[in-house]
């Protein structure tokens, strides 16, 4: 969806609206301009729309149009038609203001005028964003003055401080029903046997042949809290046949994880350790995080199983156990960024920066990167009722966008899942979810060791894979 609207924000409209509804982004002034004639083009004759302000003062307010935006030129009347608030400085404080009937027409629809509503205008012909006061400045004529629509007590000033400076304008599709008519990613079968077949797919997993390395090697890195060690426990769960807690894990606000953990998962009929590891890694703190050079001795197989990150002072040579001349089996082969799906508007910059630095890292070395989109259930209801629409949400579509724009991946390499947290039993739907993205990585880290073998094959670098 790529929008800035929430999945509280989604139900409380459907609420006021008076049925489940699902919200379809059309028209965003700070992805599409702020054209009159842009967002009639995005906007006009397509259906029930709501159109939500996002001022500098972080209110968000907007209004409701049962009728069609239009070129028409006129003054008209929607008796369905209301006006909103969500947040008043950054407060979830809703809000709804009725049409107070008799008192004519509400909305304006012409070419010249973006969204307008009477008490709540937004801009004629074009408007353009003011580098100085980091905003669109919009319309504030009769601002919530309660001329057309009932504000109660509440005034312009209580709503909107007063001005109606923007740093987005966002209108939706208001459709019928949660979904999107189509899946916007290829749906797995959510059954017993799609499960038990990925289930095999990864038992029967070997690493490239050439490569000749014992194990796949994938490196889990993220945000405090986001969900790393949970995920590591629901792959282990899935395949002992219960709930279990291999790694600590819950929420802190210190990570959990200290220390570089090589863990693995064993076939539950042969008891045999299934043919990769899951390396497990200290969560990033906007404070006390994993410091550069730890990323790098990571990355290439220098510390050893159970090194204890030091946020204060950087790994060295002098390390017990320290890997002097790491060969490709002690480097990682995929490295799997697991972000905090629910946080993502409120993610820290330092978080950003230290994600996109443990990108390049990787980059430079040529290992392969995903990420694993995770608590989708605490963004999209639908999502928490049954996990099977995973890939039917638009709120966890846009969540997908989001996540790849923020690391600068492709949107095909960021995975949605779930992680067991509260549950106590296994679930079908949530093993399929978790066990296709570990199986993704295990083809990335493949793709990574067939690179290795091909370098050293044409002679162009070196491949150090003696054991």
Same mark, same amino acid.
């Given at each position: 969806?790529?929008?800035?609207?929430?999945?509280?924000?989604?139900?409380?409209?459907?609420?006021?609206?008076?049925?489940?509804?699902?919200?379809?982004?059309?028209?965003?002034?700070?992805?599409?301009?702020?054209?009159?004639?842009?967002?009639?083009?995005?906007?006009?004759?397509?259906?029930?729309?709501?159109?939500?302000?996002? #001022?500098?003062?972080?209110?968000?307010?907007?209004?409701?149009?049962?009728?069609?935006?239009?070129?028409?030129?006129?003054?008209?009347?929607?008796?369905?038609?209301?006006?909103?608030?969500?947040?008043?400085?950054?407060?979830?404080?809703?809000k709804i203001f009725h049409y107070i009937k008799g008192k004519g027409n509400n909305y304006y629809k012409d070419l010249k005028c973006g969204p307008c509503f009477?008490?709540?205008?937004?801009?004629? #012909?074009?408007?353009?964003?003011?580098?100085?006061?980091?905003?669109?400045?919009?319309?504030?004529?009769?601002?919530?003055?309660?001329?057309?629509?009932?504000?109660?007590?509440?005034?312009?000033?209580?709503?909107?401080?007063?001005?109606? #400076?923007?740093?987005?304008?966002?209108?939706?599709?208001?459709?019928?029903?949660?979904?999107?008519?189509?899946?916007?990613?290829?749906?797995?079968?959510?059954?017993?046997?799609?499960?038990?077949?990925?289930?095999?797919?990864?038992?029967?997993?070997?690493?490239?042949?050439?490569?000749?390395?014992?194990?796949?090697?994938?490196?889990?890195?993220?945000?405090?809290?986001?969900?790393?060690?949970?995920?590591?426990?629901?792959?282990?769960?899935?395949?002992?046949?219960?709930?279990?807690?291999?790694?600590?894990?819950?929420?802190?606000?210190?990570?959990?994880?200290?220390?570089?953990?090589?863990?693995?998962?064993?076939?539950?009929?042969?008891?045999?350790?299934?043919?990769?590891?899951?390396?497990?890694?200290?969560?990033?703190?906007?404070?006390?995080?994993?410091?550069?050079?730890?990323?790098?001795?990571?990355?290439?197989?220098?510390?050893?199983?159970?090194?204890?990150?030091?946020?204060?002072?950087?790994?060295?040579?002098?390390?017990?156990?320290?890997?002097?001349?790491?060969?490709?089996?002690?480097?990682?082969?995929?490295?799997?960024?697991?972000?905090?799906?629910?946080?993502?508007?409120?993610?820290?910059?330092?978080?950003?920066?230290?994600?996109?630095?443990?990108?390049?890292?990787?980059?430079?070395?040529?290992?392969?990167?995903?990420?694993?989109?995770?608590?989708?259930?605490?963004?999209?209801?639908?999502?928490?009722?049954?996990?099977?629409?995973?890939?039917?949400?638009?709120?966890?579509?846009?969540?997908?966008?989001?996540?790849?724009?923020?690391?600068?991946?492709?949107?095909?390499?960021?995975?949605?899942?779930?992680?067991?947290?509260?549950?106590?039993?296994?679930?079908?739907?949530?093993?399929?979810?978790?066990?296709?993205?570990?199986?993704?990585?295990?083809?990335?880290?493949?793709?990574?060791?067939?690179?290795?073998?091909?370098?050293?094959?044409?002679?162009?670098?070196?491949?150090?894979?003696?054991?």
């Amino acid at each position: 969806m790529d929008g800035l609207l929430r999945c509280t924000d989604q139900k409380q409209l459907s609420e006021w609206i008076g049925r489940e509804c699902h919200f379809r982004l059309l028209y965003k002034i700070t992805r599409d301009g702020g054209s009159s004639e842009k967002f009639h083009e995005l906007c006009d004759n397509k259906g029930p729309t709501v159109t939500i302000f996002y #001022n500098t003062g972080s209110n968000v307010y907007g209004g409701y149009l049962s009728e069609r935006w239009s070129c028409s030129g006129v003054w008209a009347t929607d008796q369905n038609a209301f006006l909103f608030k969500l947040y008043t400085a950054a407060n979830w404080m809703p809000k709804i203001f009725h049409y107070i009937k008799g008192k004519g027409n509400n909305y304006y629809k012409d070419l010249k005028c973006g969204p307008c509503f009477q008490n709540l205008l937004s801009f004629e #012909n074009s408007v353009v964003f003011n580098k100085t006061r980091s905003c669109f400045p919009l319309k504030t004529s009769n601002l919530l003055n309660g001329s057309h629509f009932d504000m109660g007590e509440e005034t312009g000033f209580s709503v909107a401080n007063g001005h109606n #400076n923007v740093t987005d304008l966002e209108v939706y599709l208001v459709k019928d029903g949660p979904f999107v008519e189509e899946a916007w990613r290829e749906s797995p079968e959510w059954n017993l046997q799609a499960c038990q077949e990925l289930k095999e797919n990864i038992i029967r997993h070997e690493p490239f042949e050439e490569a000749n390395v014992p194990e796949s090697n994938i490196l889990l890195v993220g945000q405090v809290d986001a969900g790393k060690s949970s995920f590591l426990n629901t792959i282990n769960s899935i395949f002992k046949g219960k709930i279990s807690s291999r790694s600590c894990s819950g929420s802190t606000e210190n990570s959990l994880t200290k220390s570089f953990g090589k863990f693995h998962i064993r076939d539950p009929t042969s008891k045999k350790r299934l043919k990769f590891s899951i390396c497990d890694t200290r969560g990033i703190e906007v404070e006390l995080s994993i410091k550069d050079e730890d990323i790098g001795f990571t990355l290439d197989g220098n510390l050893p199983n159970h090194y204890t990150f030091n946020p204060f002072e950087k790994a060295s040579t002098k390390v017990p156990g320290f890997v002097k001349d790491p060969t490709l089996k002690d480097r990682m082969h995929v490295v799997v960024f697991v972000i905090d799906g629910s946080t993502l508007d409120v993610l820290p910059e330092i978080i950003i920066k230290k994600l996109k630095y443990i990108k390049a890292l990787a980059e430079d070395r040529g290992i392969p990167q995903l990420v694993f989109l995770t608590k989708m259930d605490k963004i999209c209801e639908h999502v928490k009722k049954d996990i099977s629409n995973m890939f039917t949400s638009e709120i966890v579509e846009g969540a997908v966008n989001k996540a790849a724009n923020i690391i600068a991946i492709p949107r095909s390499h960021v995975f949605p899942v779930k992680n067991y947290e509260k549950k106590t039993k296994l679930h079908t739907n949530l093993d399929i979810v978790a066990l296709g993205a570990l199986y993704q990585a295990l083809v990335f880290a493949d793709d990574f060791l067939e690179n290795q073998c091909d370098v050293k094959q044409g002679g162009t670098g070196e491949l150090n894979t003696k054991d």
